[in-house]
């Protein structure tokens, strides 16, 4: 079975800094797709970034990027130039490519906060 | 575009109560998948429906839940009777077919006294 494991439960970073969330994962399929969400506080969840694992180059979204290392089963998200409304929850999942596999497989979650 | 909509937003109630859940997803998006967080640990998958019919149950903990989509736009998920360890955040995702993106609510905070 896939796993997804977020080690920080909880992060900080200074306003303007850069900040580094974890995401390990076990999986025994080749093809698979990769996400970071980030949920506010009683707010909508939404999709950071996306990875799709036989893709070597990694994502980048404005000062979101990823550094995907599939042979380690490694995705971590780097936030560049954080900002104040970067503190949310964040959770990294996972999504097998098979066809009929659409469950995605979460991990515990990393409460980032933002010091102004 | 209306996002995924999921009413209420928090419920208390009490053991032995019944309480039913609502999503609304995306217009046009024919996947409908539930997720449910347990404080402090990982997000997990109860169910998915494609259109009305359920295309995967094997998350759902126990026959005290009853997941529904007629017609197949919104669904419910009630939980009856509720117990204590039903407390959680419950959320609604959506996607359209073919795609791998799934769309989130803001969620319903259960609480179980």
């Known amino acids: 079975a896939q796993t997804v494991t977020q080690s920080q439960p909880e992060m900080s970073v200074q306003e303007a800094e850069t900040v580094t969330l974890s995401c390990t994962y076990d999986t025994s399929e080749s093809d698979y797709y990769l996400f970071w969400y980030k949920q506010p506080p009683s707010r909508q969840m939404i999709l950071v970034i996306r990875q799709e694992a036989y893709k070597q180059q990694n994502a980048t979204e404005n000062r979101f990027s990823v550094n995907f290392q599939k042979a380690a089963k490694s995705f971590s998200l780097k936030i560049s130039d954080s900002q104040l409304g970067d503190a949310a929850m964040y959770f990294c999942?996972?999504?097998?490519?098979?066809?009929?596999?659409?469950?995605?497989?979460f991990g515990t979650g990393t409460r980032l906060k933002v010091l102004a | 575009e209306a996002g995924v909509t999921q009413f209420p937003s928090h419920s208390v109630i009490e053991k032995g109560q019944t309480v039913t859940l609502r999503c609304d997803p995306i217009s046009g998006h024919d996947n409908l998948y539930w997720y449910r967080r347990v404080m402090g640990k990982e997000i997990k998958f109860l169910l998915h429906f494609v259109k009305e019919s359920k295309q995967d149950e094997s998350g759902m903990p126990n026959n005290r839940f009853l997941a529904e989509r007629t017609g197949g736009t919104y669904s419910t998920l009630k939980v009856q009777p509720a117990e204590l360890e039903d407390s959680g955040v419950y959320f609604c995702a959506s996607s359209q077919v073919g795609k791998n993106i799934q769309y989130f609510g803001a969620g319903t905070r259960l609480s179980v006294l």
């Open positions: 999942a996972y999504r097998g490519a098979t066809s009929g596999t659409y469950k995605y497989i």
